[in-house]
């Protein structure tokens, strides 16, 4: 268990208005994922972080924004949250850049955007 | 076309039956990995594969490089099998390809 949590686990807001949601682990893992999950879609990359300060867009970042300020925290933020947005968000973890990694999952949290 | 395709998308069998989920991926990879994923949300990794076969327990992955193709199996399923299997395979940027699930559901 790589220990990763999420937060909040669930939220409810309105269109128009800013959103963060926060992963954080004790692993010391070096790369952290921002997925979203969508009924008749796979796992689908929004952004992702390879290190504190560095991070990078993935098939979906439109409309959002990640920050990594320490090793431990990876932010994701809806500056203007839209319907779209709404979907259930897994955070993950690996150690290292390797494929041979495997990723460890937070446990989702679900945006309800009205 | 999804680079990573599973089949089927639903399964529903009955206790005790041989469950085979496929997953075929149409890039070059380093490794696949499959997952599951519980009915309460929690994704969890199963296997990474690079080549031939592992086995845990009841559930049996393999792969086969040339044909693109890999299988995970699970023998005497029990209904607390029932989950989401999500195959995705590592491409050459070190990326995850994520396929879009196989719900297995296991009646008793």
């Known amino acids: 268990d790589a220990g990763i949590t999420q937060s909040p686990r669930h939220k409810v807001t309105e269109t128009g208005t800013p959103v963060t949601l926060r992963c954080h682990q004790t692993?010391?893992?070096?790369?952290m994922y921002w997925y979203r999950q969508d009924p008749g879609h796979g796992l689908r990359l929004i952004h992702y972080?390879?290190?504190?300060?560095?991070?990078d867009k993935g098939e979906v970042s439109d409309g959002y924004s990640v920050s990594r300020s320490k090793t431990e925290d990876f932010l994701l933020t809806l500056e203007s949250a839209t319907s779209s947005q709404t979907s259930v968000y897994f955070c993950?973890?690996?150690?290292?850049?390797?494929?041979?990694?495997?990723?460890?999952f937070g446990p989702g949290t679900r945006l309800t955007v009205l | 076309k999804n680079e990573v395709e599973q089949s089927p998308q639903n399964l529903t069998a009955q206790e005790g039956e041989f469950i085979t989920i496929n997953c075929s991926y149409s890039?070059?990879?380093?490794?696949l990995h499959w997952l599951q994923q519980h009915p309460g949300g929690g994704i969890v990794s199963l296997f990474m594969?690079?080549?031939?076969?592992k086995k845990h327990g009841r559930l049996i992955a393999t792969i086969n490089i040339q044909e693109k193709h890999s299988s995970l199996h699970i023998t005497a399923s029990h209904p607390r099998d029932s989950a989401v299997y999500i195959c995705?395979?590592?491409?050459?940027?070190?990326?995850?390809?994520w396929g879009a699930g196989t719900k297995l559901i296991i009646k008793p």
């Open positions: 993950a973890t690996q150690e290292g850049g390797s494929s041979y990694n495997e990723q460890f």
């Open positions: 995705a395979v590592r491409d050459s940027n070190y990326q995850l390809i």
């Open positions: 890039v070059g990879i380093s490794a």
């Open positions: 972080s390879y290190g504190v300060k560095d991070t």
């Open positions: 692993e010391n893992h070096r790369y």
């Open positions: 594969l690079s080549s031939g076969k």
